[in-house]
C-alpha cells in the first residue's frame, strides 16, 4: 500500500478521463445511480467536459466535490467509466458495493420515443 504515499496531487489529476459524469446531478438509491445527463453544472463545458473556473470550483460552486482517493475507495455514486473508480479497481481498493448505473437525458427519451 506504499503507492498511496508515492501518489502525488498532480499525478492523481492527470488520471481523470475527463468523462464529465462527476459534474452532472445524480440519483441514488439502495441499488441504483441514476446520472441526469442534462442536468449538468453551469460551470461544465459540455463541449471538452472541463470545468470553466477548474482553479477556483470549490470557491465558484459550492456543490463542487474532488474526486479524491478517499471517494475512489468509497464512493459508490462514481460510474465504472471514471478513471479513478478504474485506478482504485486495478490496485484493489474499491470498496463499495456493486450498483447498478442509468443515464438519462432528453435526447435518449427523445430516440426511444421515435423508433
Known amino acids: 500500500m506504499g503507492f498511496f504515499k508515492d501518489l502525488k496531487k498532480q ?3 492527470k488520471m481523470c478521463c ?3 459524469l462527476c ?3 445524480k440519483t441514488v438509491s439502495s441499488k441504483t ?3 441526469h445527463l442534462d442536468s449538468q453544472c453551469i460551470m461544465l463545458d459540455t463541449e471538452t ?3 470553466k473556473v477548474y482553479n477556483t470550483r470549490y470557491k465558484e460552486h459550492a456543490r463542487c466535490q474532488s474526486v479524491n482517493l478517499f471517494k475512489a475507495m468509497f464512493a459508490s455514486y462514481l460510474p465504472p467509466e471514471c478513471a479513478y473508480v478504474q485506478w482504485a479497481e486495478k ?3 474499491r470498496f463499495v458495493r456493486k450498483l447498478e448505473f442509468f443515464y438519462i437525458s432528453s435526447d435518449l427519451c427523445k430516440t426511444k420515443l421515435d423508433d
Open 11 to 13: 499525478e492523481w489529476e
Open 18 to 20: 475527463r468523462c464529465g
Open 49 to 51: 467536459n472541463l470545468c
Open 23 to 25: 459534474c452532472h446531478e
Open 33 to 35: 445511480v441514476t446520472y
Open 91 to 93: 490496485n484493489h481498493v
